[in-house]
């Protein structure tokens, strides 16, 4: 899986991360299913091909996480927490906004690096 530094800018600061990229269904679907441990400056970004409204759920993720929805334009819309779930039935986490980018990184990571929800994400995946 490829893998690509993205840059968060925040009122005040910009914030580096370096992710894998799930631009394809099949790693979509995969996402961090299985992973023990996430670095801490480390996530996922999943690319959708269009708009989406649609939520995440954690079947068979092992570790809590945290979620940013992202426009097109970069615009960081919500900013959610979800909970590992190992069981058959999982909640899902929907964000109530149409997205075209979602970063997955660990739990409180935004909340610890002040990327707040009006944020922008710069990054270039070709």
Same mark, same amino acid.
């Given at each position: 899986?490829?893998?690509?530094?993205?840059?968060?800018?925040?009122?005040?600061?910009?914030?580096? %991360?370096?992710? %894998?990229?799930?631009?394809?269904?099949?790693?979509?679907?995969?996402?961090?299913?299985? $992973?023990?441990?996430? &670095?801490?400056?480390?996530?996922? %970004?999943?690319?959708?091909?269009?708009?989406? #409204?649609?939520?995440?759920?954690?079947?068979?993720?092992?570790? &809590?996480?945290?979620?940013?929805?992202? @426009?097109?334009?970069?615009?960081? %819309?919500?900013?959610?927490?979800?909970?590992?779930?190992?069981?058959?039935?999982?909640?899902?986490? @929907? &964000?109530? $906004?149409? #997205?075209?980018?979602?970063?997955?990184?660990? #739990?409180?990571?935004?909340?610890?690096?002040?990327?707040?929800?009006?944020?922008?994400?710069?990054?270039?995946?070709?």
């Amino acid at each position: 899986m490829r893998k690509i530094i993205i840059r968060i800018l925040g009122s005040m600061k910009e914030t580096l %991360l370096t992710v %894998l990229v799930a631009d394809t269904q099949e790693k979509r679907e995969k996402g961090l299913m299985f $992973v023990k441990k996430l &670095p801490e400056d480390h996530g996922m %970004l999943f690319v959708f091909s269009e708009k989406v #409204y649609d939520g995440f759920w954690m079947k068979n993720t092992l570790i &809590p996480l945290s979620i940013a929805f992202i @426009d097109s334009d970069g615009e960081i %819309l919500k900013i959610l927490n979800m909970w590992p779930c190992l069981n058959d039935e999982c909640p899902t986490y @929907d &964000p109530q $906004v149409f #997205y075209q980018y979602a970063i997955e990184v660990n #739990y409180g990571w935004f909340e610890r690096n002040q990327v707040r929800e009006g944020d922008y994400v710069k990054f270039d995946l070709f």
